[in-house]
């Protein structure tokens, strides 16, 4: 059996040319469906680990997914905002433990800024109950202070005590800037493979201060807020959404009902994991059609293979003649030609893996920065080998028809010589 696959693998370097196409053909493939599979995996990995430890999460009234992303995920925008009497009347529900207010709608350089208080810090948890540390700095305590994310602060550049220019809106460029009244950064949290990363913080009376004198997403007047007066008396008009974790987790239905029935305002209360179902099953079908396509790919280059091994052939005629010759039984030329549509295999697996994790590692900080999404480098999943082994079980297929063909080859068909 080696001696066959050694003879294989000589058969290969003799048509380099040829082998190098069919093995890039391969091994593009193979990265497609890995790399399919790989962001599918991670992309869940990372939303699930977002958050943990909250049981509800209430906004305006909206979709449960749009609720979910805007909120936890700082994908697009709230439909309305929430009163403060309002928030502080379901706060204050014998069944509620904490509570975390977030007010979003601000930007800095294309990272989102969010309005809390110091609860956030506290009772915050992602990835199985992991709590906010901080690298530098410590969490905001006066109503100029700002805590950066890991990412933010890496990619922007900045320290403690540098100032932050805060600007309306949450595009990557904006011409109506809070330059009068400058944040000033206090800590700089940990990385948590989170949208945490992008995000830059400030306490909600840092909100309500800077938008003193703005009307319509345009300013009126100056106030000299940040100037003397701490605000820290002064309570925000109006909130995006917030978190909420309960004495017992028993009591979540109920307080969904006393939520989505409040009377004061229309309100949206979702529990994060069903949420988190539902729009698993809005992109279950886009994950559906792009492993699909990824397959039909890793198809055609097992086809190109098919195509390769077929052509050569003909011109290889006289050499499995030649094999036969000196005692090669038919069965061997076989295994011949199906050894090299296996090697062909393996090398385009190997090689498509190598190129897998090449993109992931140049890859991922475009991923953190721009999509929050932080993809993890180890071995290949259980998911992933499985999927590696039907490529190598196809290959291994694929390789029967060229081979019964050279098997049908008889000793004086291959030494006849064609005009």
């Known amino acids: 059996m080696m001696s066959i696959l050694g003879l294989a693998i000589k058969s290969l370097r003799n048509r380099r040319f040829t082998v190098m196409v069919t093995l890039t053909s391969i091994a593009l493939s193979v990265t497609l469906l890995l790399g399919v599979e790989r962001i599918r995996h991670e992309t869940r990995n990372s939303f699930t680990s977002t958050i943990s430890g909250t049981d509800l999460i209430i906004g305006a009234r909206s979709g449960p997914v749009q609720l979910l992303l805007y909120s936890v995920f700082h994908i697009g925008n709230a439909t309305n905002n929430i009163e403060w009497h309002s928030y502080r009347d379901i706060a204050d529900n014998p069944a509620v433990r904490w509570t975390i207010p977030l007010s979003l709608g601000d930007s800095h350089q294309g990272y989102r800024v969010l309005g809390t208080n110091q609860d956030y810090f506290e009772y915050f948890r992602f990835a199985r109950d992991r709590g906010l540390e901080f690298a530098a700095g410590q969490a905001f305590e006066d109503v100029t202070d700002a805590v950066l994310g890991a990412e933010a602060a890496e990619k922007l550049g900045y320290s403690l005590s540098d100032p932050v220019v805060i600007a309306h809106g949450a595009g990557d460029v904006s011409f109506m800037e809070h330059d009068d009244k400058p944040f000033r950064v206090a800590g700089i949290l940990k990385r948590t493979g989170t949208p945490v990363d992008q995000t830059i913080h400030v306490r909600l009376e840092g909100i309500n201060a800077i ?209």
Request: charged share 15%; hydrophobic share 50%.
């Open 211 to 419: 938008h003193k004198g703005w009307q319509g997403g345009a300013q009126v007047h100056q106030d000299d807020l940040f100037g003397g007066d701490s605000h820290d008396d002064e309570a925000p008009g109006k909130i995006t959404a917030f978190l909420v974790g309960l004495r017992s987790r028993g009591t979540a239905v109920g307080m969904l009902r006393t939520v989505n029935d409040y009377p004061g305002e229309p309100l949206t209360a979702i529990m994060p994991g069903v949420a988190l179902q539902e729009l698993w099953r809005l992109i279950a079908v886009a994950e559906r059609a792009l492993l699909a396509i990824a397959a039909f790919v890793v198809i055609v280059g097992l086809s190109g293979m098919l195509t390769a091994l077929l052509t050569s052939l003909n011109e290889r005629r006289r050499e499995m003649a030649i094999l036969r010759s000196v005692g090669a039984r038919p069965i061997h030329v076989m295994a011949l030609i199906m050894g090299e549509a296996v090697t062909l295999t393996l090398a385009g697996v190997l090689a498509g893996l190598a190129l897998l994790y090449g993109i992931l590692a140049l890859g991922r900080p475009l991923l953190e920065s721009r999509l929050g999404l932080y993809i993890t480098i180890g071995p290949p999943t259980g998911y992933e080998m499985t999927l590696i082994m039907l490529v190598i079980v196809a290959g291994t297929i694929t390789g029967l028809v060229p081979g019964y063909r050279i098997y049908r080859y008889s000793l004086a068909d291959g030494m006849t010589v064609r005009i």
